[in-house]
């Protein structure tokens, strides 16, 4: 992978956890737990360090929001994954129904 690949890359592990809690207005705490809870999966780096993508952030800025209105942190990663999941039966569905359109 190229350095602009990595640039353009959502899922690239570019931030460490001190950069990416202040990107997303949080805490390294605060990551820690959403790890915890399953929302979020950081890469290690070499020396074990955590490192997040932006795709990640994205997510755990969602979880932060929900948190920040009252909702428990491993009911708003719960969320956060449900809404996820509905995304992309949306998304399948549209296609599915554009398939299905095009072959009639």
Do not use: K, W
Request: aromatic share 4%.
């Amino acid at each position: 992978m190229s350095p602009t690949d990595r640039v353009e890359d959502d899922d690239y592990p570019a931030y460490t956890m001190g950069r990416a809690a202040e990107l997303i207005g949080a805490t390294p705490a605060f990551l820690r737990a959403v790890g915890e809870a399953g929302l979020i999966t950081p890469l290690r780096s070499g020396g074990g360090h955590r490192r997040y993508s932006r795709n990640q952030l994205r997510a755990a800025a969602r979880a932060r929001d929900l948190v920040d209105q009252g909702t428990p942190v491993e009911a708003a990663c719960r969320i956060v994954t449900l809404e996820d999941c509905l995304d992309e039966a949306l998304r399948i569905n549209a296609e599915l129904r554009g398939s299905a359109s095009r072959g009639a």
